[in-house]
């Protein structure tokens, strides 16, 4: 995250003695990323963060991949995907490269039993449906339809839904996710022309601080396996801290959109980036207003990326027979551009309620055995003229 936040109780100093009551010290931690040079945390706990009691299981959660090599334009129907009650067992992976993975999850219940630590990847999470409270140990959010959490990589967490009828899209970076670069003063201040800027960003506002001891389960995700492990204090047991390195939420409701006189290409959307892809952010807006515009988009080559797109919600232009929770995948090498019909249905039209979350990735997108289950082969047939 890139500014400064504290909450809590810290030090004037950091690295000097933190007492409790009774006298004895509290137990510092920096939690960075990046060596010592991303950002960071320095919190103070009840407890050592370090008491590993057992390692009791370790299983695969890897993409099963279907199609390793292809040059097809897929249609996955997300909402197929079927509810399941545990967080983590919910969570289907249809996409994925060497750099993220893209899940789709509905899942029933609030997480219970246990903790969570992804730490091989930041995470976004973008709730389509639902809503509830991420608990972290570095304080909590609130979150609803429209939200992206931002998890950095090693944050422990729990996420509580209000309801059992949840939608979420999730990617997994294997390097940090910003905003992006050009949004940002040499200081990392949001400029006059990014799109939001830090009064959209919530930060966590809330911090539970338990000092209980006992066995508490946090099944952690490294290297695609979930390792179920026993540590013997609670692992909310932070007291304060302060720094970058924390989750944060965003709504795709406060992203205000950059319009035209004539089309805008998709990085004019982009919300975040990281060094293997950019996530974006299509949202209701005025259309282009040169008196001859077309807001549909021209077609275009996207020779070296792989285009995702995340449809939530409102007409999609440029699309024929897409529907909520559908995600596109239009593959890097083929060019691909507005279905039959679409630009000419767009000329005149002065204002668009899509909203949708694009995803595109420097790298060829595999698709998994999960994604086969939910996808229409055809699509890639559907720009031919009827
Ligand atoms: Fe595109």
Redesign the pocket.
Known sequence: MPFYHKLGNIPPKRHTQFRKENGSLYYEQLFGTIGFNGMSTNSYHEQRPTQVKEIKKQYSVAPKIAKKNHMQSYRLKGFQVKPEDDYLESRKAVLTNSDCTIILAAPKQSTTDYFYKNADADEMIFVHKGSGKLRTHLGNLDFKYGDYLIIPRGIIYKIDFDTQDNRLFIVESRSPIYTPKRYRNWFGQLLEHSPYCERDLRRPYELETNNESGDFLMKVKKQGDIFDMVYASHPFDVIGYDGYNYPYAFSIHDFEPITGRVHLP?PIHQTFETNTFVICSFVPRLYDYHPKAIPA?YN?S?IDSD?V?YYVDGDFM?RNDIEQGHISL?PAGIP??PHPGATERSIGKTETQELAV?V?TFKPLMVTEEAMKIADEDYYKSWLEH
Do not use: A, I, V, Y
């Open positions: 998709p988009p275009h996207n285009e797109l440029s239009h691909h551009g694009m595109d």
